[in-house]
């Protein structure tokens, strides 16, 4: 472990969705392992927050406003990064809505595009640029916040669920591109972790925990229980791990 935390310091590390749940708590362990971190989010006073933790913590960050439904944003981002960073040398791509929570003949053609525009929109702008920076920078390595409905379905939850489904598709994908480059992108699937999305994806913490009572665990994850892996799937000691979709759902999936 010491090995990994080694290996980050002192690399510029883009956190999207840095404002709340598994982002924040992404950038707060990465903080502490000496990366600069660039946190991105629509909420500034949330991410400014989080700038003092880290800060507080002997680390560096900065916040940037920045919605990742809007190409303009994500692109200004990356450039802000690699302005005040002086490169990109990783990403977790983490920003991400659940919608409407409904059956799909509930549903309309915005509830669809609205999803669809953050969380995959956002993806792949989020890797257009940052690939293209880290191409400057000799290599990189990139995490994307996909989702255990990557590989299953969930009723009520269809869109979402084709969303991350589109997330694995362009991990995948993006990873073939990447590793000649330099540069490798993963994904990993939470189960289902006590957020603010889960909270309301699941009408409360307490049906959220009774929800999760019968599952392996028998309890829902922590966003440490993410933050952790993915500074593992950012550092050099994943260095053969390429276009994977890592699963961290207590055995959720493999029921
Ligand atoms: N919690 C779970 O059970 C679970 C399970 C599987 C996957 N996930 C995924 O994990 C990721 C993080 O979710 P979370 O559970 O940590 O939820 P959360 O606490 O609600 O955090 C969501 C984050 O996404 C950001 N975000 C949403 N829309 C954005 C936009 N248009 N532009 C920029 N940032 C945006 C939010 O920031 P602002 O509101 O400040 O913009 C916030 O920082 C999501 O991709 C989610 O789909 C969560």
């Known amino acids: 472990m010491q090995s990994i935390l080694n290996d980050l310091s002192g690399k510029s590390i883009l956190v999207t969705g840095a404002s709340s749940g598994i982002g924040a708590a992404t950038a707060l362990v990465l903080g502490k392992a000496g990366a600069k971190v660039a946190l991105a989010a629509r909420r500034l006073d949330a991410l400014a927050g989080l700038v003092a933790q ?39 791509n983490n920003a991400g809505v659940l919608g409407k929570v409904a059956p799909i003949h509930e549903l309309s ?30 290599g990189g390595s990139i995490v994307n916040t ?32 990447g590793f000649p480059l330099g540069i490798r992108v993963n994904a990993v699937n939470p189960g289902p972790i006590v957020t603010p999305m889960a909270e309301i994806g699941f009408g409360g ?15 829902p994850g922590l966003p440490e ?3 952790n892996p993915v500074l593992f799937l950012l550092s050099s000691a994943a260095s053969y791990i390429n276009g994977q979709g890592l699963a961290i759902d207590g055995g959720y999936t493999v029921q």
Do not use: C
Request: charge should be negative; glycine fraction near 8%.
């Open 225 to 227: 229980e993410i933050a």
């Open 109 to 138: 053609s915005t509830d669809f595009a609205e999803v669809m525009q953050t969380n995959v929109y956002g993806v792949f702008w989020s890797l257009k640029y940052e690939m293209e920076a880290m191409l400057k920078s000799g």
């Open 205 to 219: 913490l307490d049906n959220l925990e009774a929800t999760l009572k019968g599952s392996p665990a028998g309890r």
């Open 54 to 92: 880290i800060h507080a913590a002997g680390g560096e960050a900065i916040a940037i406003r920045t919605d990742v439904a809007v190409e303009a944003d994500i692109q200004h981002a990356v450039a802000t990064t690699v302005a005040h960073f002086g490169r990109l040398d990783g990403a977790f």
């Open 146 to 177: 996909a989702s255990i409905v990557a590989q299953i379905g969930f009723a009520n939850f269809s869109v979402y669920t084709a969303s991350k489904h589109a997330v694995l598709g362009l991990t995948r994908s993006a990873a073939l591109e």
